[in-house]
Protein backbone atom coordinates (compact mmCIF):
# COMPACT_ATOMS: atom_id res chain seq x y z
CA UNK A 1 0.00 0.00 0.00
CA UNK A 2 1.61 3.51 -0.88
CA UNK A 3 2.03 6.24 1.61
CA UNK A 4 -0.94 8.27 -0.17
CA UNK A 5 -3.15 5.28 0.30
CA UNK A 6 -2.25 5.08 4.07
CA UNK A 7 -2.93 8.92 4.16
CA UNK A 8 -6.53 8.77 2.37
CA UNK A 9 -7.72 6.03 4.50
CA UNK A 10 -6.39 7.96 7.72
CA UNK A 11 -8.11 10.77 6.73
CA UNK A 12 -11.28 9.20 6.41
CA UNK A 13 -11.24 7.20 9.17
CA UNK A 14 -10.54 10.99 11.32
CA UNK A 15 -13.04 12.53 9.20
CA UNK A 16 -16.48 13.72 10.88
CA UNK A 17 -19.21 11.05 8.81
CA UNK A 18 -21.62 10.54 11.56
CA UNK A 19 -23.00 14.02 13.60
CA UNK A 20 -25.59 13.96 16.82
CA UNK A 21 -27.64 17.10 17.29
CA UNK A 22 -29.24 17.34 21.24
CA UNK A 23 -32.23 19.40 20.90
CA UNK A 24 -34.73 20.12 17.99
CA UNK A 25 -35.11 23.30 18.11
CA UNK A 26 -34.65 26.57 15.78
CA UNK A 27 -31.05 26.40 16.28
CA UNK A 28 -30.52 22.73 16.64
CA UNK A 29 -32.45 21.92 13.36
CA UNK A 30 -30.21 24.68 11.80
CA UNK A 31 -27.05 23.14 12.52
CA UNK A 32 -28.67 19.78 11.94
CA UNK A 33 -29.11 21.00 7.89
CA UNK A 34 -25.62 22.35 7.87
CA UNK A 35 -24.36 19.11 8.68
CA UNK A 36 -26.44 17.01 6.75
CA UNK A 37 -26.29 19.79 3.72
CA UNK A 38 -22.27 19.28 4.35
CA UNK A 39 -22.37 15.10 3.63
CA UNK A 40 -22.84 14.27 7.32
CA UNK A 41 -25.18 11.68 8.39
CA UNK A 42 -26.86 13.32 11.15
CA UNK A 43 -29.09 12.30 14.06
CA UNK A 44 -31.57 14.66 15.09
CA UNK A 45 -32.74 13.81 18.96
CA UNK A 46 -35.30 15.47 21.20
CA UNK A 47 -37.34 13.56 23.93
CA UNK A 48 -40.44 15.63 22.85
CA UNK A 49 -41.74 13.84 19.53
CA UNK A 50 -43.89 16.62 18.72
CA UNK A 51 -40.66 19.05 18.37
CA UNK A 52 -39.34 16.54 16.04
CA UNK A 53 -42.05 16.53 13.27
CA UNK A 54 -42.23 20.15 13.49
CA UNK A 55 -38.42 20.09 12.99
CA UNK A 56 -39.20 17.66 9.85
CA UNK A 57 -41.84 19.84 8.13
CA UNK A 58 -39.87 23.23 9.17
CA UNK A 59 -36.81 21.63 7.39
CA UNK A 60 -39.50 20.76 4.41
CA UNK A 61 -40.47 24.53 4.09
CA UNK A 62 -36.68 25.81 4.59
CA UNK A 63 -35.52 23.14 1.24
CA UNK A 64 -38.95 23.99 -0.98
CA UNK A 65 -38.15 27.55 -0.33
CA UNK A 66 -34.31 27.29 -1.28
CA UNK A 67 -35.45 25.36 -4.31
CA UNK A 68 -37.71 27.95 -5.19
CA UNK A 69 -35.17 30.44 -5.50
CA UNK A 70 -32.80 28.25 -7.87
CA UNK A 71 -30.62 27.56 -4.77
CA UNK A 72 -30.94 24.02 -4.70
CA UNK A 73 -32.73 21.47 -7.13
CA UNK A 74 -35.13 18.23 -6.19
CA UNK A 75 -32.93 15.95 -5.98
CA UNK A 76 -30.16 18.24 -3.51
CA UNK A 77 -33.99 18.68 -1.51
CA UNK A 78 -33.57 14.88 -1.28
CA UNK A 79 -30.36 14.13 -0.34
CA UNK A 80 -30.26 16.63 2.66
CA UNK A 81 -33.42 15.26 4.07
CA UNK A 82 -32.06 11.51 3.73
CA UNK A 83 -29.27 12.45 5.57
CA UNK A 84 -31.21 13.62 8.78
CA UNK A 85 -33.15 10.83 10.98
CA UNK A 86 -35.49 11.60 13.87
CA UNK A 87 -34.88 9.93 16.89
CA UNK A 88 -35.88 10.06 20.84
CA UNK A 89 -33.57 8.30 22.61
CA UNK A 90 -30.25 9.80 23.11
CA UNK A 91 -29.08 6.07 22.50
CA UNK A 92 -29.43 6.41 19.27
CA UNK A 93 -26.47 9.14 18.90
CA UNK A 94 -24.04 5.79 20.13
CA UNK A 95 -22.51 5.81 16.29
CA UNK A 96 -21.75 9.22 16.48
CA UNK A 97 -18.23 10.86 15.88
CA UNK A 98 -19.07 14.44 16.75
CA UNK A 99 -22.04 15.26 18.86
CA UNK A 100 -23.40 19.09 19.46
CA UNK A 101 -25.94 20.23 22.21
CA UNK A 102 -28.09 23.27 21.32
CA UNK A 103 -30.56 22.84 24.48
CA UNK A 104 -31.87 25.67 27.33
CA UNK A 105 -28.95 27.86 28.70
CA UNK A 106 -28.54 26.00 31.97
CA UNK A 107 -25.14 24.62 33.38
CA UNK A 108 -26.85 21.69 35.16
CA UNK A 109 -28.88 20.35 32.86
CA UNK A 110 -26.32 20.39 30.37
CA UNK A 111 -23.89 18.48 32.67
CA UNK A 112 -26.24 15.77 32.88
CA UNK A 113 -27.05 15.11 29.07
CA UNK A 114 -23.17 14.79 29.05
CA UNK A 115 -22.59 12.72 31.58
CA UNK A 116 -25.94 10.53 30.33
CA UNK A 117 -24.25 10.43 26.68
CA UNK A 118 -20.72 9.58 27.25
CA UNK A 119 -21.91 6.34 28.39
CA UNK A 120 -23.14 5.24 24.85
CA UNK A 121 -20.87 7.51 22.45
CA UNK A 122 -17.17 5.84 21.60
CA UNK A 123 -13.89 6.77 23.36
CA UNK A 124 -13.42 9.45 20.61
CA UNK A 125 -16.28 11.00 19.87
CA UNK A 126 -16.75 14.79 20.37
CA UNK A 127 -18.67 15.99 22.35
CA UNK A 128 -19.59 19.72 21.72
CA UNK A 129 -21.93 22.50 23.49
CA UNK A 130 -23.61 25.32 21.01
CA UNK A 131 -23.66 27.57 24.59
CA UNK A 132 -23.20 31.28 23.73
CA UNK A 133 -22.35 31.97 26.95
CA UNK A 134 -21.31 29.47 29.69
CA UNK A 135 -18.14 28.27 30.46
CA UNK A 136 -16.89 25.26 28.56
CA UNK A 137 -14.94 23.98 31.19
CA UNK A 138 -17.76 23.82 33.63
CA UNK A 139 -19.25 22.20 31.03
CA UNK A 140 -16.25 19.15 30.34
CA UNK A 141 -15.90 18.67 33.97
CA UNK A 142 -18.93 16.41 34.00
CA UNK A 143 -17.88 14.03 31.57
CA UNK A 144 -14.69 11.02 32.39
CA UNK A 145 -12.85 12.25 29.10
CA UNK A 146 -13.17 15.88 29.65
CA UNK A 147 -10.51 16.11 26.76
CA UNK A 148 -12.68 15.42 24.77
CA UNK A 149 -15.15 18.53 25.40
CA UNK A 150 -15.30 21.88 23.45
CA UNK A 151 -17.62 24.85 22.09
CA UNK A 152 -18.48 24.76 19.03
CA UNK A 153 -20.93 28.02 18.71
CA UNK A 154 -23.09 28.52 15.64
CA UNK A 155 -25.02 31.99 15.32
CA UNK A 156 -28.96 32.00 14.30
CA UNK A 157 -30.08 31.31 11.69
CA UNK A 158 -27.28 28.55 11.32
CA UNK A 159 -27.52 27.62 7.62
CA UNK A 160 -27.08 31.07 7.02
CA UNK A 161 -24.65 33.04 9.23
CA UNK A 162 -21.36 32.42 8.49
CA UNK A 163 -19.53 32.42 11.59
CA UNK A 164 -18.68 29.64 13.87
CA UNK A 165 -16.55 30.03 17.24
CA UNK A 166 -14.88 27.22 18.36
CA UNK A 167 -14.17 27.24 22.18
CA UNK A 168 -11.61 24.72 23.47
CA UNK A 169 -11.81 24.36 27.23
CA UNK A 170 -8.40 24.59 29.16
CA UNK A 171 -8.67 20.61 29.29
CA UNK A 172 -9.72 20.03 25.57
CA UNK A 173 -7.27 18.09 23.70
CA UNK A 174 -5.44 19.63 20.51
CA UNK A 175 -6.39 16.85 18.11
CA UNK A 176 -10.07 17.58 19.79
CA UNK A 177 -10.00 21.19 18.86
CA UNK A 178 -8.29 21.04 15.25
CA UNK A 179 -10.47 18.30 13.95
CA UNK A 180 -13.25 20.57 14.92
CA UNK A 181 -11.94 23.61 13.32
CA UNK A 182 -11.21 21.27 9.99
CA UNK A 183 -14.98 19.79 10.19
CA UNK A 184 -16.73 23.41 10.29
CA UNK A 185 -14.53 24.35 7.81
CA UNK A 186 -15.01 21.66 5.46
CA UNK A 187 -18.99 22.50 6.56
CA UNK A 188 -17.99 26.14 4.54
CA UNK A 189 -18.17 28.04 7.80
CA UNK A 190 -15.49 30.59 9.25
CA UNK A 191 -14.08 29.59 11.77
CA UNK A 192 -13.35 32.11 14.83
CA UNK A 193 -11.16 30.75 17.77
CA UNK A 194 -11.99 32.48 21.01
CA UNK A 195 -11.40 31.79 24.56
CA UNK A 196 -13.17 30.11 27.36
CA UNK A 197 -14.06 33.48 28.50
CA UNK A 198 -17.75 35.04 29.00
CA UNK A 199 -19.53 35.93 25.91
CA UNK A 200 -16.52 34.35 23.94
CA UNK A 201 -15.79 36.87 21.05
CA UNK A 202 -19.47 37.93 19.82
CA UNK A 203 -20.94 38.55 22.59
CA UNK A 204 -18.53 39.86 24.65
CA UNK A 205 -17.77 42.56 22.24
CA UNK A 206 -20.90 43.77 21.26
CA UNK A 207 -22.56 44.08 24.64
CA UNK A 208 -21.72 48.45 24.43
CA UNK A 209 -23.69 47.84 20.83
CA UNK A 210 -27.10 47.56 23.32
CA UNK A 211 -25.71 48.90 26.55
CA UNK A 212 -24.62 52.15 25.24
CA UNK A 213 -27.58 52.66 23.22
CA UNK A 214 -29.42 52.50 26.48
CA UNK A 215 -27.28 54.28 28.63
CA UNK A 216 -27.84 57.31 25.65
CA UNK A 217 -31.53 56.91 25.72
CA UNK A 218 -31.58 56.90 29.86
CA UNK A 219 -29.70 59.98 29.97
CA UNK A 220 -32.53 61.55 28.01
CA UNK A 221 -29.80 62.35 25.12
CA UNK A 222 -32.48 60.78 22.60
CA UNK A 223 -35.03 58.11 21.76
CA UNK A 224 -34.83 54.89 20.45
CA UNK A 225 -35.93 55.54 17.11
CA UNK A 226 -33.03 58.47 16.92
CA UNK A 227 -30.74 55.97 18.08
CA UNK A 228 -31.31 53.39 15.62
CA UNK A 229 -31.33 56.33 13.02
CA UNK A 230 -27.76 56.88 14.11
CA UNK A 231 -26.19 53.74 13.96
CA UNK A 232 -27.80 53.09 10.59
CA UNK A 233 -27.91 56.52 8.33
CA UNK A 234 -24.09 56.80 10.00
CA UNK A 235 -22.54 53.95 10.58
CA UNK A 236 -24.39 51.68 7.82
CA UNK A 237 -25.52 48.91 10.23
CA UNK A 238 -28.54 46.90 9.13
CA UNK A 239 -30.44 47.40 12.54
CA UNK A 240 -30.05 49.53 15.02
CA UNK A 241 -29.70 48.82 18.66
CA UNK A 242 -33.65 48.77 19.60
CA UNK A 243 -34.63 47.23 16.43
CA UNK A 244 -31.78 44.47 17.24
CA UNK A 245 -32.70 43.66 20.72
CA UNK A 246 -36.41 43.68 19.74
CA UNK A 247 -35.58 40.86 17.23
CA UNK A 248 -33.14 39.10 19.76
CA UNK A 249 -36.04 39.29 22.38
CA UNK A 250 -35.27 41.78 25.43
CA UNK A 251 -35.74 38.58 27.91
CA UNK A 252 -32.94 36.99 25.85
CA UNK A 253 -30.28 39.94 25.41
CA UNK A 254 -30.86 41.11 29.21
CA UNK A 255 -30.14 37.54 30.12
CA UNK A 256 -26.67 37.30 28.29
CA UNK A 257 -26.20 40.88 29.50
CA UNK A 258 -26.69 39.92 32.92
CA UNK A 259 -24.89 36.76 33.04
CA UNK A 260 -21.42 38.32 31.44
CA UNK A 261 -21.93 40.83 33.79
CA UNK A 262 -21.93 38.47 36.68
CA UNK A 263 -19.15 35.96 34.88
CA UNK A 264 -16.59 39.07 34.58
CA UNK A 265 -17.31 39.62 38.53
CA UNK A 266 -19.72 42.77 38.05
CA UNK A 267 -17.51 44.86 35.42
CA UNK A 268 -19.18 47.83 35.27
CA UNK A 269 -18.89 47.99 31.46
CA UNK A 270 -20.57 45.07 31.20
CA UNK A 271 -23.69 46.66 33.28
CA UNK A 272 -27.22 45.73 32.24
CA UNK A 273 -29.81 48.93 32.51
CA UNK A 274 -33.03 49.09 33.93
CA UNK A 275 -34.73 50.23 31.02
CA UNK A 276 -34.46 46.85 29.40
CA UNK A 277 -35.15 44.70 32.87
CA UNK A 278 -38.22 46.83 33.41
CA UNK A 279 -39.08 46.40 29.64
CA UNK A 280 -38.40 42.35 29.93
CA UNK A 281 -40.52 42.41 33.16
CA UNK A 282 -43.53 43.74 31.89
CA UNK A 283 -43.67 41.60 29.04
CA UNK A 284 -42.11 43.90 26.35
CA UNK A 285 -40.41 41.46 24.36
CA UNK A 286 -40.00 42.69 20.91
CA UNK A 287 -41.33 41.17 17.89
CA UNK A 288 -42.31 37.97 19.93
CA UNK A 289 -44.58 39.72 21.92
CA UNK A 290 -46.09 42.45 19.70
CA UNK A 291 -44.27 45.26 21.76
CA UNK A 292 -40.90 46.19 22.69
CA UNK A 293 -39.40 49.51 22.33
CA UNK A 294 -41.55 49.02 18.97
CA UNK A 295 -45.14 47.99 18.12
CA UNK A 296 -45.75 45.45 15.78
CA UNK A 297 -48.23 44.33 13.79
CA UNK A 298 -49.44 40.55 13.28
CA UNK A 299 -46.67 40.59 10.44
CA UNK A 300 -44.13 41.14 13.23
CA UNK A 301 -43.22 43.98 11.41
CA UNK A 302 -42.63 47.58 13.22
CA UNK A 303 -45.81 49.97 13.36
CA UNK A 304 -45.25 53.82 11.81
CA UNK A 305 -41.75 54.70 10.29
CA UNK A 306 -38.35 54.81 12.18
CA UNK A 307 -37.37 57.85 9.60
CA UNK A 308 -35.65 60.52 11.42
CA UNK A 309 -35.78 64.03 9.64
CA UNK A 310 -31.84 64.86 9.09
CA UNK A 311 -31.84 68.51 9.63
CA UNK A 312 -28.81 69.78 10.85
CA UNK A 313 -28.72 69.77 14.82
CA UNK A 314 -29.86 65.72 14.27
CA UNK A 315 -27.09 65.18 12.18
CA UNK A 316 -24.57 66.56 14.40
CA UNK A 317 -26.68 64.38 17.23
CA UNK A 318 -26.44 61.46 15.14
CA UNK A 319 -22.73 61.39 14.84
CA UNK A 320 -22.16 62.21 18.38
CA UNK A 321 -24.47 58.95 19.09
CA UNK A 322 -22.87 56.94 16.74
CA UNK A 323 -19.53 57.94 17.46
CA UNK A 324 -19.69 57.48 21.31
CA UNK A 325 -21.26 53.68 20.72
CA UNK A 326 -18.43 52.89 18.15
CA UNK A 327 -15.49 53.83 20.36
CA UNK A 328 -17.17 51.72 22.95
CA UNK A 329 -17.16 48.63 20.85
CA UNK A 330 -13.36 49.34 19.39
CA UNK A 331 -12.63 49.44 22.91
CA UNK A 332 -13.91 46.31 23.86
CA UNK A 333 -12.80 44.56 20.29
CA UNK A 334 -9.33 46.15 21.56
CA UNK A 335 -9.22 44.77 24.92
CA UNK A 336 -10.60 41.00 23.77
CA UNK A 337 -7.33 41.45 21.85
CA UNK A 338 -5.27 42.44 25.05
CA UNK A 339 -6.18 39.69 26.90
CA UNK A 340 -5.79 37.25 24.45
CA UNK A 341 -9.53 36.65 23.38
CA UNK A 342 -9.26 35.61 19.96
CA UNK A 343 -6.42 36.92 17.49
CA UNK A 344 -7.20 40.21 15.48
CA UNK A 345 -8.24 38.61 12.31
CA UNK A 346 -10.99 35.85 14.27
CA UNK A 347 -12.26 39.53 16.45
CA UNK A 348 -12.73 41.42 13.04
CA UNK A 349 -14.22 38.31 11.32
CA UNK A 350 -16.57 37.19 14.47
CA UNK A 351 -18.27 40.62 13.86
CA UNK A 352 -18.91 40.95 10.36
CA UNK A 353 -19.29 37.32 9.65
CA UNK A 354 -21.32 36.80 13.13
CA UNK A 355 -23.84 39.74 13.58
CA UNK A 356 -22.79 41.77 10.30
CA UNK A 357 -21.27 44.54 11.55
CA UNK A 358 -20.54 46.62 8.24
CA UNK A 359 -16.71 46.37 8.67
CA UNK A 360 -14.33 44.67 11.51
CA UNK A 361 -14.06 47.08 14.67
CA UNK A 362 -10.15 46.67 14.65
CA UNK A 363 -10.51 48.00 10.60
CA UNK A 364 -12.67 50.32 11.58
CA UNK A 365 -10.16 51.82 14.86
CA UNK A 366 -7.47 52.27 12.58
CA UNK A 367 -9.63 54.01 10.03
CA UNK A 368 -10.98 56.40 12.11
CA UNK A 369 -7.66 56.70 14.15
CA UNK A 370 -6.21 54.81 17.12
CA UNK A 371 -5.46 58.20 18.28
CA UNK A 372 -9.15 59.99 17.91
CA UNK A 373 -10.29 56.28 19.78
CA UNK A 374 -7.87 57.21 22.67
CA UNK A 375 -9.09 60.90 23.12
CA UNK A 376 -12.74 60.07 22.65
CA UNK A 377 -12.78 57.49 24.94
CA UNK A 378 -10.80 59.82 27.40
CA UNK A 379 -13.10 62.33 26.90
CA UNK A 380 -16.12 60.10 28.40
CA UNK A 381 -13.75 59.03 31.18
CA UNK A 382 -13.22 62.57 32.37
CA UNK A 383 -17.07 63.36 32.27
CA UNK A 384 -18.38 60.25 34.02
CA UNK A 385 -15.21 59.05 36.19
CA UNK A 386 -16.94 55.62 35.74
CA UNK A 387 -14.69 52.28 35.06
CA UNK A 388 -17.12 51.82 32.38
CA UNK A 389 -15.13 53.98 30.08
CA UNK A 390 -11.61 53.38 30.78
CA UNK A 391 -9.42 53.02 28.03
CA UNK A 392 -7.81 49.60 26.92
CA UNK A 393 -4.13 49.45 27.61
CA UNK A 394 -3.56 47.95 24.40
CA UNK A 395 -5.27 50.90 22.11
CA UNK A 396 -3.15 53.18 24.75
CA UNK A 397 -0.40 51.72 23.84
CA UNK A 398 -0.33 51.55 20.37
CA UNK A 399 -1.48 55.35 20.28
CA UNK A 400 1.75 55.90 22.37
CA UNK A 401 4.09 53.59 19.71
CA UNK A 402 2.39 55.00 16.42
CA UNK A 403 0.94 51.68 15.77
CA UNK A 404 -2.25 49.92 13.74
CA UNK A 405 -4.21 46.57 13.86
CA UNK A 406 -3.32 45.65 10.66
Known amino acids: MSKDQKSNISNQKSKILHVGIIGSGTMGSGIAQVAATAGCQVKLYDTNQAALDKAKAALEKILNRLIEKGRIDADEKVRIQSNISYVDSLKDLADSNLTIEAIIENLDIKKKVFSELETYVSDDCIIASNTSSLSIASIAASLEKPERCIGIHFFNPAPLMKLVEVIPAIQTSQEVLQKSIDTISNWKKVVAVAKDTPGFIVNRVARPFYGEALRIYEEGIADFATIDWSLKAI ?120 VNYPKGLLSWADEIGIDNCVTALDRLYDEYHEDRYRCSPLLRKMNREHKTFF
Open 235 to 354: GGFRMGPFELMDFIGNDVNYTVTETVFTAFYFDPRYKPAFTQKRFSEAGYLGRKSGKGYYDYDENGKIMGSLDVTSSAVEKSLAESIFNRILVMLINEAADALFLNIASTEDIDNAMTKG
